[in-house]
């Protein structure tokens, strides 16, 4: 599946026009975090090390109006939140706001629960309102050993020269923070993935900022990554044809191969009438074995990075953020219930601490000391 066609890029003009709609949400009042954090599980089990080579992608575009002043994102699919919102899953923590601090914090902790050093957040230009939450993510990710990566999404009239200005602009604001990611594996260089980039053709002037960074193309076709650091592929729908020959191109050419996995996809009420396919948790069938091949000989060994499609895009069902256990009644709500083997509050947690499990096999793999 191309870059272009991929069920995340169809979903891209519903997202762009609820941005525009966030200010005209309904403010009516969300359920707050505080007032679920006591039926929110804990791992009886210690987290591992936190592994800088296994990255999320972490959205920090919600709003609620008891913070933003409005719903944002969460009434995509013309839902009406608290207790309907556009996602097939219902989060553990209620429709929350991505500036809560609360909420921030739990979600870099329970990041480290799953083992994961990074987060490679979504990023819509300079002074947006994903770029305003910065700051905040950056100190709630140092406070649990977390470190930041940034993930450039296609906003209006994006270029690869503004690219390039974004690339500084980021550096500039954001470097000297203790929790910016740095890749110590690749002479301690930053990391910018770069959603939907064979919309552009010519991504000749990277040149200018390639050597201090490594900036990652959306592609699974090697003849479009000759302008940049490395390769991803964002949606995975099981398909793993090609990727031995992408990882010993990658290899050979100094690029940095960063395959992408995911627990499920289904986008059924966030986008309603589209017709992607669902990919099934199976009770965590589907996420292992997406682990499993992604670190199999076959598809090229263990890679430079790992990134997970994601911690918490709830409007494509993609997410590893723990989902309530018990959602609101009459809106049809998935859960984790049944994966691996867990039921009830226990289940919410389960793709976080099964997540800890492949990070373990995974350093031990690369022989990479955590950290």
């Not at 002074?127 to 939450?133: A, L, S, T």
């Not at 140092?142 to 602009?169: C, K, M, N, W």
């Not at 919309?199 to 699974?220: E, M």
């Not at 509050?345 to 690369?366: G, I």
Request: proline share 7%; aromatic share 12%.
């Amino acid at each position: 599946m191309t870059p272009q066609s991929s069920p995340r890029h169809a979903a891209e003009i519903g997202r762009r026009r609820l941005l525009a709609l966030g200010a005209a949400a309904t403010a009516t009042a969300g359920i707050g975090w505080s007032a679920l954090q006591s039926a929110r599980p804990a791992s009886a089990a210690q987290p591992p090390p936190a592994s800088t080579d296994v990255h999320f992608f972490y959205y920090p575009w919600y709003g609620s109006p008891s913070v933003n002043g409005s719903w944002r994102h969460w009434q995509q699919g013309g839902f009406e939140p608290p207790l309907a919102v556009g996602a097939n899953f219902y989060p553990a923590l209620g429709p929350y706001d991505s500036g809560d601090s609360a909420v921030v914090d739990q979600h870099m902790a329970w990041v480290r629960q799953a083992g994961v050093g990074v987060v490679a957040t979504t990023w819509w230009g300079q002074g947006g309102y994903e770029d305003q939450r910065v700051p905040l993510l950056l100190d709630a990710a140092a406070d649990h050993g977390v470190r930041v990566a940034f993930h450039l999404e296609p906003y209006g009239g994006r270029t690869a020269a503004s690219t390039v200005a974004d690339i500084q602009y980021i550096n500039a604001a954001y470097g000297s923070h203790a929790a910016f990611y740095r890749d110590p594996h690749h002479g301690d260089r930053p990391a910018f993935y770069v959603f939907n980039s064979l919309a552009i053709t010519d991504w000749s002037p990277l040149a200018a900022v390639n050597t201090d960074n490594i900036v990652l193309t959306q592609t699974t076709d090697t003849s479009k990554a000759t302008y940049f650091g490395g390769m991803y592929n964002y949606t995975n729908f099981g398909d793993m044809t090609g990727w031995r020959g992408i990882a010993d191109w990658c290899r050979a050419n100094g690029r940095v191969w960063a395959p992408s996995i995911s627990p499920s996809y289904i986008d059924d009420r966030a986008v309603p009438g589209n017709t992607t396919p669902t990919l099934d948790h199976a009770d965590g069938a589907t996420y292992d074995a997406q682990w499993s091949g992604a670190l199999a000989p076959e598809n090229g060994g263990p890679p430079d990075w790992v990134s997970i499609t994601s911690f918490n895009e709830w409007h494509e069902g993609s997410t590893i953020e723990p989902a309530s256990s018990n959602p609101p009644e009459g809106h049809g709500y998935l859960t984790f219930e049944g994966a691996y083997g867990t039921t009830g509050a226990a289940s919410e947690t389960a793709y976080l601490d099964r997540t800890a499990h492949w990070v373990r096999q995974f350093t031990a793999a690369t022989g990479r000391a955590a950290g």
